[in-house]
Every structure is written in C-alpha cells, then in structure tokens.
C-alpha cells in the first residue's frame, strides 16, 4: 500500500528533524511512529495501566494511601473518611 501525507512546510521539517535526530530516515522515522500507534491500540487496558504503573518510581508509590479505593471520596472529594 502507499500512503501520500500532504503535511505543511513546518511539519515536514519537524519530521526530518526527528528522523535525523534518531539517525533515520523520515520514512523510516514515521512507520515506526505508526507501528507503536497501532501496538498501543491492541493493548488491554491492564496492560496499558501496568505500563503506566512502572513509570512512577517507588518512593512515590509507596506514598499512595493504602486505604485508597476504601476511601476514595475522602481522598479525591475531601469528604470525611467512613468507618471501615
């Protein structure tokens, strides 16, 4: 198949900038750019919130509450904390 992509002066040169910057062809540069779109359309939800998960380093995790999904109006309202 053969895509044509009309893009706007400004555009192609961020394109070519990109590409150059990774040592890649435009091209080269945009089928990659479209091969992890459609990658991440394929994704479960879970896998996309796992992915997401291992980006938040471990100190700040470890500061999520642990009765957060008890709580949840507390802690995204502000209401008071319910007994358990």
Known sequence: MTLILELPDNKEAALKAKAESQGV???QFAEQALDRALEEDSRSVWDIFAQSRNRVP???FAQ???DGADQHDHY????????Q
């Open 25 to 27: 062809s435009a091209q």
């Open 58 to 60: 471990p100190q700040e």
């Open 64 to 66: 999520l509450p642990s």
């Open 76 to 83: 995204l309202y502000g209401q008071p904390k319910h007994n």
